[in-house]
C-alpha cells in the first residue's frame, strides 16, 4: 500500500499569501497518478488537479500541482477568503487507492 | 447537470447490513469508472471500492474486503455497495464517486454522500 504523508497539518496563512503544500509517498506513484482535492465544510470533495499537475475543468489558474514519483506539491499562488479549506492528495495508479492525511489551511 | 446522487445510508445495529445506492444523471454513466469513498465524522478520506466502466474489474479496500460488494447496473445508472457485518468503524458519510474515465482515474464528480451509523 502506498501511504501518502501531507504536511504541513495546518497552514496559518493571510489572503493574498502563497501557500504550498507538500504530499511524499512512500513508494513512487506509477505515472504520476497524484490528484488533490479541496474539502470545504459539510461539502463533498472537489477535484482540483489530476495527473500530478492538470487542472480539473473550471478550476482556477491560482492553483497549480507539480512533482513526480515520491514527492508533490499543491501550490495557490495568492488565496482567495474561498480557498481556506482542507485539501488531501489522493494516489490513483495503484490498489489499495489511498489518501492523505489533509492540509488544513486557514486563516490566519 | 452532472450528478450523483446518493441514498440507502441510516442506522444499523453491528452485524447488519445496509445497501448504499447512488444514481448517475447527466452523462453517459457506461463510459466512466466509480468509486465509494468514505469520511468518518471528523476525520480524513478513505476509498472504500472502485468499479470499471464495464464491471470487469473490480477492487475493495482491505478493510471491507469479504464484507462489501460493489455492482453497477449500466441500464439503469445506477452504483450499490452491499454493506454487510457492519462494524462500528464503519460509519461515516459515503460518497460515491465518478472517475474521469472508464479505468484508473481521479475522481471528478461526487456526490452530496449517505451517512451511515452502525451502532447499538
Known amino acids: 500500500e502506498i501511504v501518502l504523508t501531507q504536511s504541513p497539518d495546518t497552514l496559518s496563512l493571510s489572503p493574498g499569501e502563497r501557500a504550498t503544500l507538500s504530499c511524499r509517498a512512500s513508494q513512487s506513484v506509477s505515472s504520476s497518478y497524484l490528484a488533490w482535492y479541496q474539502q470545504k465544510p459539510g461539502q463533498a470533495p472537489r477535484l482540483l488537479i489530476y495527473?500530478?499537475?492538470s487542472r480539473a475543468t473550471g478550476i482556477p489558474d491560482r492553483f497549480s500541482g507539480s512533482g513526480s514519483g515520491t514527492d508533490f506539491t499543491l501550490t495557490i499562488s495568492r488565496l482567495e477568503p474561498e480557498d481556506f479549506a482542507v485539501y488531501f492528495c489522493?494516489?490513483?495508479?495503484?490498489?489499495?487507492?489511498?489518501f492523505g492525511g489533509g492540509t488544513k489551511v486557514e486563516i490566519k | 447537470e452532472v450528478q450523483l446522487v446518493e441514498s440507502g445510508g441510516g442506522l444499523v445495529q453491528p452485524g447488519g447490513s445496509l445497501r448504499l445506492s447512488c444514481a448517475a444523471s447527466?452523462?453517459?454513466?457506461?463510459?466512466?469508472?466509480m468509486n465509494w469513498v468514505r469520511q468518518a465524522p471528523g476525520k480524513g478520506l478513505e476509498w472504500v471500492s472502485y468499479?470499471?466502466?464495464?464491471?470487469?474489474?473490480?477492487y475493495y479496500a482491505d478493510s471491507v474486503k469479504g464484507r462489501f460488494i460493489i455492482s453497477r447496473d449500466n441500464a439503469n445508472n445506477s452504483l450499490s455497495l452491499q454493506m454487510n457485518s457492519l462494524r462500528a468503524e464503519d460509519t461515516a458519510i459515503y460518497y460515491c464517486a465518478r472517475g474521469r474515465n472508464s479505468g484508473r482515474s481521479a475522481f471528478d464528480i461526487w456526490g452530496q454522500g449517505t451517512m451511515v451509523t452502525v451502532s447499538s
Open positions: 468499479i470499471s466502466s464495464g464491471s470487469s474489474t473490480i
Open positions: 495527473g500530478a499537475s
Open positions: 489522493h494516489q490513483y495508479g495503484s490498489s489499495p487507492l489511498t
Open positions: 447527466g452523462f453517459s454513466f457506461s463510459s466512466y469508472s
